[in-house]
């Protein structure tokens, strides 16, 4: 009997009428490339299952989600849910800081960037510091582990330089980085699920 092979399920969260290919989108108004109707501010979404989603990306939405009453915030919410919904994460056999499913690839304008506010509706500037309350250990270590979320994920990320910055030196860049605004147009995160 053949063995039954695992079907994959790959999420564009708030893909509007822009999903990568092999991607279902998800988006709360429907356009070509929305599948599922889901208004990601809902919670939970009811459509996917635990642990049933093996990659998530999301871009340009997550500076968009609101503020809530301080204590329940849907930036939050909005993690856990991600959390709720993505399989264990798993490893490339041949290099394992390469995840194959669990994850989530982010971006968003940076903080310091004019890109974070032109858009009247956005709500938040994102900075790579943020995605740090996402990981349960440092919630602990940081005492912060009466915040209302219970995900825990580790993170990396990368920039999308100004183009007048990209070929400076690594040196000029990270100075420009901490200490100007407009060096980094775009942040490039990617989250994993930890146990």
Not at 121 to 149: C, F, G, M, P
Request: negative net charge; charged residues 25%; glycine residues 4%.
């Amino acid at each position: 009997m053949a063995e039954k092979k695992e079907k994959v399920l790959k999420l564009s969260l708030a893909c509007g009428d822009n999903k990568p290919e092999g991607f279902k989108g998800v988006d709360i108004v429907k356009t070509d490339s929305t599948d599922y109707v889901q208004d990601l501010m809902q919670f939970p979404w009811t459509q996917f299952k635990d642990n049933s989603v093996d990659e998530i990306e999301c871009s340009h939405f997550v500076e968009h989600i609101p503020h809530g009453d301080g204590y329940h915030d849907p930036f939050l919410q909005f993690f856990d849910e991600v959390y709720r919904i993505l399989k264990p994460a798993e490893f490339d056999p041949s290099n394992p800081n390469i995840p194959t499913k669990g994850f989530m690839s982010i971006v968003t304008p940076y903080y310091s960037s004019m890109r974070a506010w032109q858009d009247p509706t956005h709500q938040r500037a994102i900075s790579e510091a943020s995605y740090l309350y996402l990981n349960r250990q440092w919630r602990v270590d940081n005492k912060l582990d009466h915040y209302d979320i219970s995900c825990n994920f580790d993170f990396s990320y990368g920039y999308a330089l100004d183009p007048v910055w990209q070929s400076r030196s690594t040196d000029a860049q990270q100075f420009a980085i901490r200490h100007y605004i407009n060096v980094v147009n775009d942040l490039q995160v990617t989250i994993i699920k930890r146990p």
